[in-house]
């Protein structure tokens, strides 16, 4: 089973702070996910990519497949991005797209 | 526009007293999820849907149930709810097409939050 890893746990930023959350993983995967929870709401997927990076407005991922690494990037921080990142990967080998996922990263920026 | 969409939003029931939630989507995907989130901690599969087939996860309490009455809805039933059933209720939806699994995204809801009298 994979065994996903996220730091920091909470992070607390001031607007307009540049912002790094990392997540590991234990087992080779095909595809991971970056999700975001906002209080008391459902999740919306923000990225999914398997090779190098991908970018969407102010929100950079990157992943490293040989050191089972990737990162979310926040560039230019808001208040509105306070909320749950969460990292994923697929579960039985990415059969079936079950996801495990991460603790979650909470992220409060400050105005 | 496509989504998924879960209700209610917010369900009250009684300690034993049988509850259903449901979830509905309009992206015709085959694959659909119920996920269990306990305050603080990861959200937890409890089972899938691949088509017509359920897959129960080996963890899923049997007080835990779920119907998918055809592509677009799901349903979560859970028997006798307890206290420690109090959560919130994730769905979720993927296009798989078959050996692509993990790659394809996840559509999620916005939860219901479920409490237990």
């Known amino acids: 089973k994979n065994e996903v890893e996220q730091s920091p746990q909470n992070l607390t930023a001031q607007e307009g702070e540049f912002i790094t959350i990392n997540c590991s993983y234990s087992?080779?995967?095909?595809?991971l996910h970056w999700l975001q929870q906002h209080p008391g709401g459902g999740i919306v997927s923000l990225f999914m990519l398997s090779s190098g990076k991908k970018k969407h407005g102010r929100l950079i991922a990157t992943i490293n497949i040989q050191e089972k690494h990737s990162s979310l990037h926040i560039t230019a921080s808001h208040p509105r991005d306070s909320a749950v990142y969460i990292c994923?990967?697929?579960?039985?080998?990415?059969?079936?797209?079950?996801?495990?996922f991460g603790k979650g990263t909470k992220l409060s920026v400050k105005p | 526009d496509a989504m998924v969409i879960q209700n209610p939003r917010y369900q009250v029931t009684q300690f034993g007293k049988p509850v259903t939630l449901s979830c509905s989507q309009t992206?015709?995907?085959?694959?659909m999820y119920w996920y269990q989130q306990k305050s603080s901690q990861a959200p937890k599969l409890l089972f899938h849907y691949y088509d017509k087939d359920f897959n129960n996860e080996a963890d899923t309490p049997d007080n835990f149930q779920s119907r998918r009455p055809n592509t677009s809805f799901c349903f979560l039933d859970i028997r006798s709810p307890g206290l420690g059933d109090a959560a919130m209720y994730l769905c979720a939806t993927s296009r798989d097409l078959g050996g692509t699994g993990g790659r394809q995204p996840q559509h999620f809801g916005d939860g219901t939050r479920l409490s237990i009298l």
């Open positions: 992206l015709n995907h085959n694959v």
């Open positions: 994923a990967v697929p579960n039985y080998g990415g059969s079936q797209g079950n996801l495990i």
């Open positions: 087992v080779g995967i095909s595809a």
